[in-house]
Each structure stands twice: as structure tokens, then as C-alpha cells.
């Protein structure tokens, strides 16, 4: 077999000579040759662009909780405050992800929209292949942003598990701390009634002092389990909503690779689609040939009985 000879060097000849003669200076010159060596970078498409922007995002929030992983989970490390705007950061992080991944989804259904020709199909089948990669891109994004919702949720539920964890030792410590100053007044009683005959009038001030400070502490402990009741309930609906919100993400990846899987088999029907359609006109052709022929033959074996006869 013979040898592919090499022709660079006489194109970059050509071109030269073609630019000398087009007027060219020696910068422009000089620049047109440096582009056979370093060449121009691909320009990318803007939904390239925005799903790296979008993986970008992500690897971003994946970073951030690892950061702040020990001072969201460890309680004596931060705030409740601190802890607080960690969670609200993070929300923020998975909104502005999931606005991007839908941006994406809808740029993905407009440009399908406008690939379909007469009677819904797709006139083009390297744009139907782009389009089912990008339907793959939209899938890989989703799945990325679940797992790192999954993560801070793991992250959360520990938070909550300790946060109860720390109230229940608190709710025994206050009902017992209720309970004592009944226990303390009654053999303060009892003394007052012995002491009675002694100091009737300073005893009952005291008793009476004893009594109202008794009802305050427990209208006050009774108001801080209340907040901690409330702060329970709050967290544990944020929680709820947090796993709500990671489970349409999910759902929503399932529905695009569900498209993605449509799309391939809409690929393939359509090639075979192409092929059975050749394959018809060539039958069409081969028929039409044997049928002239058949005419041919048969007007010439008529001519040719007419004149034997």
C-alpha cells in the first residue's frame, strides 16, 4: 500500500503566498502562521457553559459543608446562631442549584421543541444525539445535587438527635427542680406551725415570700419548656421539608433519565426509521426498472408475432 504523503508544509506555503499577495503585514502574517501551531480553543455553547457553571455550584457547596461540617454538627464548637446561618447558607446554596438545573431543563425542552419537523419528528438526527446528551448532563447534575442533599441532611438529623438528646436530661432536671421546692416548703410548714406561738406575723411574710417565688419559678420553667417544645416542633418540620425537597430532586432526576432513555430510543428509531425508508426507495426504484423492461419486452414480442404473422 502505497504511502500518504504529508502536505502541511506546501498549505502553509500556499497560505503565506496568499496572504503576500492579499496585502498582508508581517504581524498579520506572523499570526496566521502561529495558528497552525497553537490553535484557537473550541468555543463553547452556552448550555456548556451554564452546566459547568452549575457542576461549579455544586462542587462549591459539596466544600462548603465539608468546611463547616464540625462546627454545624459538634454543639460547643458554635451558636445555635452560628449553627443557624450554616443551615441557611446551605438552602440558599441548593435553591440557587436547583434554579440552574431547571434553567437547563427548559433550555433542553425549547431546543427540542424546535427540532421536531412535520408530524412531530425530529428532522435531524446529530441534534436529536445532542440533545439526549444533554439530557444526560441535566441527569448527572441532579444526581450530584441529591447526594449532597443527602449528606447535609445526615447532618441535620444528627444536629436534631443531639438538640433532644441535650432536652430530655433538661425536662427531667426541671420537673425534679419543680417538684423540690413543694418537698422544701412542707417541712417549712411544719416549722412555722411549731414556731407558730414564737413569731406568728414574720413567719407568714416569709411563708408567703416562699410561696410566690415557688409559683414564679415554675411559670417560668413552664414558659422555657414551652420554647423548647416549639423549637423542637420548628426544627423537625424544617427537617421535613428539607427531606420533601430532596425527594422531588430525586424524582425529578429519575424523570430525566427516564427522558434520557426515551430519547436514545427515539434516536434509534428514527436511523431505522432512515433505513427502511432506503430500503423502500430502492425497491421502488428496482420494481419500477423491472416493470419498464416487462413493457419493453412484452411491446417488442407483439412487433415482433405481427410481423412472423
Partial sequence: MARIRDRTEDFKDVVRHTAVSLGYDEPKLAAIMASFIIHKPRQRSSFTKAALKT?????????????????????HRTTEQERDSIEHEVTAFIKACKEQIDILKNSINDDEAKS????????????????????????????????????????????????INKTIPRRKLKQATISNPADISTPNKSEIRELDELQPQPLSVQ?????D?????????????????QTETKMVEMSALNHLMSTHVLQQAQQIEFLYD????????????????SQAIGRNSSSRTFLLLFLFVLTFSILFLDWYS
Fill in 55 to 75: 457542576l461549579e455550584s455544586i462542587g462549591a457547596l459539596e466544600q462548603f459543608m465539608l468546611k463547616h461540617r464540625k462546627d454545624y454538627v459538634d454543639m
Fill in 116 to 163: 421536531k419537523g412535520w408530524l412531530g419528528l425530529r428532522a435531524d438526527n446529530s441534534n436529536a444525539d445532542t440533545i439526549a446528551h444533554r439530557h444526560g448532563v441535566v441527569l448527572i447534575l441532579s444526581e450530584k445535587l441529591h447526594s449532597v442533599t443527602t449528606q447535609f441532611d445526615q447532618l441535620r438529623a444528627i444536629r436534631f438527635q443531639d438538640i
Fill in 207 to 211: 411563708q408567703q415570700l416562699l410561696d
Fill in 213 to 229: 417565688e415557688t409559683r414564679a419559678l415554675q411559670v417560668e420553667l413552664s414558659s422555657l419548656l414551652d420554647a423548647v417544645q
Fill in 262 to 277: 426515551q430519547a436514545v430510543e427515539a434516536t434509534k428509531n428514527v436511523e431505522l426509521g432512515n433505513k427502511e425508508l
